[in-house]
């Protein structure tokens, strides 16, 4: 097998306040690999929440990519992968060395994903929520009316701004605006315990009839969580307290909902196995991703099904999304049906006039190949 990464900037069509930053770009890392004439693909995005700068992405995308080249086909170097303890990689790592791999045994089986998975598996596709930031109340107001009238029937609002009552008003004003949407609220581990036990209850009277609230406090303390979780008139998701299985094992029954990322867990394998760690114990399941590509998110988009909740939207902040392939834009996201994950790259002629794209990676990205 051969294996080589490339670099590419992913700009978002308007910067995303959430409590703890303002992010109006990220580096995506892509993987590819190759066997018999035919490709692989997986995506890493940085995150200085997780500490993945570029430049350690692309060392350790390298390191992994050293590693693949030694196995003869890509489905021995997936059961290699599976066998490494946890923690040898970091999650967003791993899972795009697993993507890139699944992708390409799909393709060798002409199997899309989640039938390589589960024979049995019927095409998934599943409601998204749509992101609208921390912004002032009249501002989200008209970015939910525009939602709604795309087609998204679920709205995840971001709080945790310095004065709680803005983030009252921006909720209120989400509601009023798509009065028949399901709304989700985030603020990212914002809140004090105090606080979210103050604010809470008014997130959940009519005036916003908030359906569920992530990870409302600061991470660190999944004991408090859960306590939180007890008594919330509100389902509490937990986010930034849920990395990998263990975390999600400590909380499985105690909150609500635990929001699996394939970045945070270590991709799909790992989501799976934290997906049947919570079944019947109470707490569901919700998909959710950072801001990255379509190819980024398609491996989640696989597992669609399993989720009570769906987060999909991360490439439908870009500007440009250099991939397609798993909708989104009517509030839906959906598998093609092509094997593997069933995206391509597009191409400069396709985004000039709708000619279709190629199999490899074309452009003038930064690469590094690995022979």
Same mark, same amino acid.
């Given at each position: ?168 008003? /921006? ?55 859960? /306590? ?144």
């Amino acid at each position: 097998m051969k294996a080589s990464q490339r670099t590419v900037r992913l700009e978002l069509a308007e910067p995303l306040r959430i409590s703890r930053s303002t992010m109006a770009a990220r580096d995506a890392v892509w993987l590819t690999v190759e066997h018999a004439g035919q490709y692989g693909h997986g995506e890493a995005v940085t995150s200085g929440y997780y500490g993945l700068d570029t430049a350690t992405l692309q060392r350790l995308l390298h390191q992994a990519s050293r590693d693949l080249v030694h196995h003869t086909d890509p489905e021995s170097a997936l059961s290699a992968l599976r066998e490494e303890q946890p923690g040898h990689r970091p999650g967003a790592v791993r899972a795009a060395v697993e993507s890139a791999l699944l992708d390409l045994c799909g393709k060798r089986a002409g199997l899309a994903l989640h039938r390589l998975l589960d024979p049995s598996s019927p095409l998934p596709f599943a409601t998204t929520a749509r992101t609208v930031g921390i912004v002032p109340a009249e501002r989200a107001a008209v970015r939910a009316r525009c939602l709604a009238d795309s087609g998204f029937s679920v709205i995840k609002v971001k709080a945790g701004s310095q004065d709680p009552e803005d983030d009252v008003a /921006r909720v209120r004003a989400v509601r009023a605006a798509a009065p028949a949407a399901r709304l989700l609220l985030d603020p990212n581990g914002a809140w004090t315990v105090a606080r979210a036990r103050e604010l809470l209850p008014r997130f959940a009277e009519p005036e916003a009839a908030v359906e569920a609230v992530e990870q409302p406090i600061a991470p660190g303390d999944p004991e408090a969580l859960a /306590r939180l979780a007890e008594r919330s008139p509100l389902p509490v998701i937990a986010d930034e307290d849920a990395v990998d299985h263990e975390d999600v094992r400590r909380l499985a029954g105690r909150v609500q909902g635990v929001n699996v990322k394939l970045a945070k867990c270590g991709g799909v394998h790992a989501a799976l196995r934290i997906a049947s760690l919570l079944e019947g114990s109470g707490t569901d399941l919700m998909l959710g991703c950072l801001t990255a590509s379509t190819l980024g998110l398609a491996p989640a988009v696989h597992l669609a099904d399993r989720a009570r909740w769906i987060d999909l939207d991360g490439h439908l902040l870009l500007a440009h999304d250099p991939w397609t392939g798993i909708g989104g834009a009517d509030g839906v996201v959906r598998t093609s049906g092509r094997p593997g994950l069933g995206v391509r790259r597009r191409t400069t002629a396709e985004e000039a006039g709708g000619a279709k794209g190629n199999e490899g990676i074309e452009g003038g990205e930064r690469r590094e190949d690995v022979a």
